[in-house]
């Protein structure tokens, strides 16, 4: 709508177009402000975690071996859950071999929140740098409206208002 209302010169799809920008920025900023800061990332992952190691007791083992390969990690704290709930290693906890050199030694709560804490912040650096621009895009928005009124009441210029 900002492109086709610079490109005709349409002052109506100007502004309409700044009115959206200004409802995406109030969005942006609720989210920003009142959604993102109040997610408590550590307390999911010990909830996300223990609810995998939850399933794997009872034969679910799917999640708990997920984590384990894509987060080089064994155990909620570490190998010996397995040992202390009477379960064998599972081949997800090593590296390449099963042998003593290769299983993964950290746990995988650790790991989990280390993940969303990092995925947080990326999210959260998109978050300003997309409220950025969006604020760049209305300030663009507003300067060619009102410069394109000015025009058109200047020099009588066509600036179309639709």
């Given at each position: 709508?900002?492109c086709c209302g610079a490109l005709a010169e349409s002052l109506c799809c100007l502004w309409t177009y700044a009115i959206f920008l200004v409802l ?139």
């Open positions: 709508m900002g995406l920025i109030v969005a942006d900023l609720v989210l920003l402000i009142g959604f993102m800061k109040d997610i408590d990332y550590e307390k999911q992952a010990k909830i996300d975690m223990d609810t995998a190691w939850q399933e794997y007791l009872h034969s679910n083992f799917r999640t708990m071996n997920n984590y384990q390969n894509a987060l080089h990690c064994c155990g909620r704290y570490g190998p010996s859950d397995y040992e202390a709930a009477g379960l064998k290693i599972p081949n997800s906890c090593y590296k390449k071999h099963i042998i003593p050199e290769d299983l993964y030694v950290n746990g995988c709560l650790a790991a989990l929140k280390k993940a969303y804490n990092e995925t947080q912040s990326r999210l959260f650096t998109f978050e300003w740098v997309t409220f950025a621009v969006e604020v760049i895009a209305l300030v663009c928005a507003i300067t060619l409206a009102i410069t394109f009124q000015y025009e058109s009441s200047r020099y009588g210029s066509e600036v179309s208002n639709f």
